[in-house]
C-alpha cells in the first residue's frame, strides 16, 4: 500500500514510518525540511496548511502531526484543528484515514491541548472517510526527548511529580503497530485508547519504574500545582520554546485520572500490545545512554 503520513519526522511518526516500511509499504511523507533519502520513502515539502501532494496516489492517510507546545489557543487552534481540517479536505478519495489524538481530548476543559484535539475529533467524526481515532496515553520509548527529563532526574534518585493520580502507558513501538494495522485493514469507525495492558499506574509507581530502569531507587515527590505552574514558568524562562513543562501542560497533568477506558481498548483480534512497561522503560534508558543523553 501507500500510506500518507503527517509527523513522520517526529518521534511517533518516524517509528511508524519505519514499522511501515519493515511491513513492505511505501510512504509518503510530509516535510517542511530537506530529508536524507530513504528506500521506501516519498518525502513531500510543505506544511499541513497544503497537503494535496502528500496525499496524491495514496490508499490510506495516517495524521499524527499535531502541535503539544506553542504558546496561544489560537496557535493550538492553527496547527490541531486547522491542520486535520486541511488534511481531511485532502484525503477525500483514501480507503482509510487514521487520526492520532490524545487522551487530553476528554477533558477539553483543562488546556487550550485538549480543547483543540477535541476539535479536531470532531472533524474526523463528521468526516463521510472511514475513519478511526486513536487517543494514545503517556507515549514512551527510544527516541522520545519529551520525557527525558524524568530519566535524568530519576539517576539523582529525584522523582517531581504532579498532584497524585494515574496515568496510562504505551510503548511507541507498540503505537505503531496499532496505527499501521488500522491503517492497512478494515476497521469500524470508533475511537480507540490503547495502553500496555494494565489497570495504569500511579505517578509514583512509574517514577519508581523510571528508576530501575536507570538502576536508582527513587524518591517520589509530588508537587502541588501552584510549584508546577512556577516551575513552567522557570523552564519558558530557560528554554524558551523547547520548554518541557508549560503552563497549558501543567494544567493536564494535574488531573488525578489520565488512565484508558477499557471498552475503548481496540479488540483483541485486531490489536494486542506487545511491550511491557518495564522493559520498554530500560530499552529507553539505554537509548538514551548510547546517543549520550543520559
Not at 520513502?41 to 495514496?58: I, M, Y
Not at 489560537?74 to 496547527?79: I, K, L, R, S, T
Not at 485538549?114 to 467524526?125: D, M, R, T, Y
Request: hydrophobic fraction near 45%.
Amino acid at each position: 500500500m501507500i500510506l500518507a503520513i503527517t509527523g513522520g519526522t517526529g518521534f511517533v511518526g518516524g517509528t511508524l514510518i519505519r514499522h511501515a516500511l519493515e511491513a513492505g509499504h511505501h510512504v509518503r511523507a510530509l516535510t517542511r525540511r530537506p530529508q536524507p533519502d530513504r528506500a521506501g520513502v516519498t518525502w513531500v515539502d510543505g506544511t499541513l496548511s497544503d497537503p494535496v501532494d502528500l496525499t496524491a496516489g495514496a490508499d490510506a492517510v495516517v495524521h499524527v502531526a499535531g502541535v503539544v507546545n506553542v504558546p496561544t489557543r489560537e496557535a493550538f487552534a492553527a496547527g490541531n484543528i486547522d491542520g486535520t481540517r486541511a488534511i481531511l479536505a485532502a484525503s477525500t478519495h483514501v480507503g482509510r484515514f487514521v487520526h492520532v489524538s490524545s487522551l487530553a481530548a476528554r477533558e477539553p476543559q483543562l488546556s487550550n491541548y485538549g480543547w483543540s484535539k477535541a476539535e479536531a475529533e470532531k472533524l474526523v467524526e463528521g468526516s463521510p472517510l472511514p475513519w478511526t481515532i486513536v487517543r494514545p496515553p503517556g507515549i514512551y520509548g527510544p527516541g522520545d526527548l519529551d520525557q527525558l527529563d524524568l530519566y535524568k532526574l530519576a539517576r539523582h534518585r529525584l522523582a517531581l511529580l504532579p498532584p497524585r493520580g494515574r496515568v496510562s502507558l504505551i510503548a511507541v513501538d507498540d503505537l505503531a503497530r496499532l496505527l499501521l494495522t488500522l491503517a492497512t485493514h478494515e476497521a469500524p469507525r470508533a475511537i480507540y485508547e490503547a495502553d500496555d495492558g494494565t489497570a495504569g499506574w500511579t505517578h509514583a509507581d512509574y517514577a519508581r519504574a523510571i528508576g530501575d530502569a536507570v538502576g536508582r531507587r527513587v524518591l517520589p515527590i509530588h508537587l502541588p500545582r501552584a510549584a508546577l505552574a512556577l516551575a513552567a514558568r522557570a523552564d519558558r524562562l530557560l528554554r524558551g520554546h523547547e520548554a518541557r513543562l508549560t503552563a497549558d501542560r501543567v494544567g493536564y497533568l494535574c488531573h488525578p485520572d489520565w488512565t484508558i477506558d477499557p471498552a475503548k481498548r481496540p479488540p483483541a483480534a485486531l490489536w494486542t500490545p506487545s511491550i511491557p512497561t518495564p522493559q520498554g522503560l530500560a530499552d529507553t534508558a539505554r537509548w538514551y545512554r548510547a546517543h549520550a543523553l543520559l
